[in-house]
C-alpha cells in the first residue's frame, strides 16, 4: 500500500559527511544534516553523550504542521515497529479522505 508521505532523516553529520552517507548507502529518502543542532532543539531531540550521541526521535507531522505522532527513545535501539508508524498514518489517511 503507497502512503502519501515523505521520510525525513536529520542526523548531526555535516552537510559533506551526510551526502557521501547517503551516496555510499543509496538511501531511498531524504537526509538533512543538522550539524549545529537548530532541529534537533525545535523537536526536543535527547543528545546523550555517554549514549554515542542523539536519541532516536520520530515524528510524524501532518500536513498542517501539528504533530499527530512523537516517541523518543531511551537507547539507539529504541525505535518504533514500522506497523505502529504505518497505523498512525492510516489514520492521518483516513481523516483527510472524511474531510474532502
Do not use: C, T
Not at 532543539?41 to 501539528?66: C, F, H, S, T
Amino acid at each position: 500500500m503507497e502512503r502519501d508521505s515523505v521520510i525525513l532523516a536529520i542526523g548531526p553529520d555535516s552537510r559533506e559527511a551526510f551526502a557521501d552517507y547517503w551516496r555510499e548507502h543509496d538511501m531511498p529518502f531524504i537526509g538533512l544534516p543538522d550539524p549545529d543542532h537548530s532541529v534537533a532543539e525545535v523537536y526536543r531531540q535527547e543528545v546523550n553523550l555517554l549514549k554515542l550521541g542523539r536519541m532516536p526521535a520520530v515524528l510524524i507531522v501532518d500536513r498542517q504542521g501539528r504533530i499527530q505522532y512523537q516517541h523518543y527513545g531511551r537507547s539507539m535501539s529504541d525505535i518504533p515497529a514500522n506497523s505502529a508508524l504505518f497505523q498512525v498514518l492510516d489514520g492521518l489517511e483516513d481523516a483527510d479522505s472524511a474531510d474532502s
